[in-house]
């Protein structure tokens, strides 16, 4: 992995200053691949207000007069982290830019991830310079459940500028990290399962007061709080409920909680789900695959390289991540850690399917993003090589249709 050296150095050849606004531009690349089809050989991209308006061969697709033209060998739809929780998580790993997770109480579905987002952290910039164009981020891992998620764009000097999804998913976790000490609760995964089925139960139960003697009605209903709100969302299949869990026995209790309450839910992290690819296909749960690069201990202990292949072959559909990250610089990214699963059984093109329209989908997020299709948000991202290669670099960078990066990273 490049050295994280680089961080600050990579942040400060972006030029962003103020949000990114629409803008024509065009980008020419001697292979386009846009995941909507098979890769064009000397292909064109044409944005137009924000949009992708045309796509092709450059001997079939004009390019306007007077817009920015932009080359490169390898053109792909900008990429897309599936999870992470950069923007809460900062790059010092100091407790004042350490937001990802408040240890307060066991079960904070209430807590949004927009109040906490740093949109001009670091990190944010860096993971631009590889390519990286959206980001699913959001509360981590370390809590029964630990908070909300969204979606945002990696532009941006305030969070209204860079998110475009405030409420995304419900992060919840099972397992060890998710434990309590000391005869907290919760102690046991026994207990993790009745404390979310509590949470749950709790929120599809109507909260009006009693009816007092003497009435024969009861009275005005009572505002739900944050927290029963939010889970009844979850209930209503307006936000789905992602589950970190990584070992099988943990994987299943997650489905089985997801057929319990009919819930629309997502399984991230998923070590062992090599190990269950019946039982998650029949559910038909999406993956958030952990990073193959993850290292192998702990709730990891039984992580492959291979998996994404499996999952792939099995017909479930996943993305990778780039994940929580406890050690500096904080962050994975999942340019580095799609290749390693191309060079571990995972076909190249499903590879990048992986960190694009495949992520996109897995997050919601693919009538946007993911793929260059006309109507489609301008993200772009420019390599002078194979992105999966080490030697190569994104060398532009396009969202919204403005170049906010076009030095080598």
Known sequence: MRKTAMLL????????????HAQDVAIRGETVHTMAGPAITDGVVVIDDGKIVAVGPAASTP????????????VTPGLVDARSVVGLAGYMNQPHDQDQLDESAPVQPQLRAIDAYNPNEVLVAWLRGFGVTTIHTGHGPGALVSGQTLVAKTVGTTAEQAVIVPQAMVAANLGPAALAEGGKAPGTR????????????????EEKPPVKKGETKAGPDKPPSLEVQTMRDVLARKLPLMITANHAQD???????????GIDLVLDGAAEAYLLTDQIKAAGVKVILHPPMTRQYGEYENASFT????????GIPFAYQSGFEGYVPKTRVVLFEAAVAAANGLAWNDALASITIDAAKVIGMDSRVGSL????DGDVALFDGDPFEF???????????????TAAQ
Request: proline share 4%; no cysteine.
């Open 63 to 74: 390019i306007p007069a007077g817009v920015t033209v932009l080359t490169a060998k390898v």
């Open 251 to 261: 994987i299943m209790s997650a489905l089985r909680l997801g057929q319990e309450f």
């Open 190 to 205: 026994a207990k993790q399962m009745a404390m979310l089925r509590q949470a749950l139960i709790s929120a599809k139960a």
């Open 307 to 314: 998996t994404g292949a499996v999952l792939k072959a099995a």
């Open 391 to 405: 030697a190569s670099h994104a060398v532009g960078v396009v969202i919204d249709g403005k170049p906010v990066s």
């Open 373 to 376: 299709e006309v109507g489609k």
């Open 9 to 20: 150095a990579a942040a400060s050849a972006v030029v962003l200053g103020s949000p990114a």
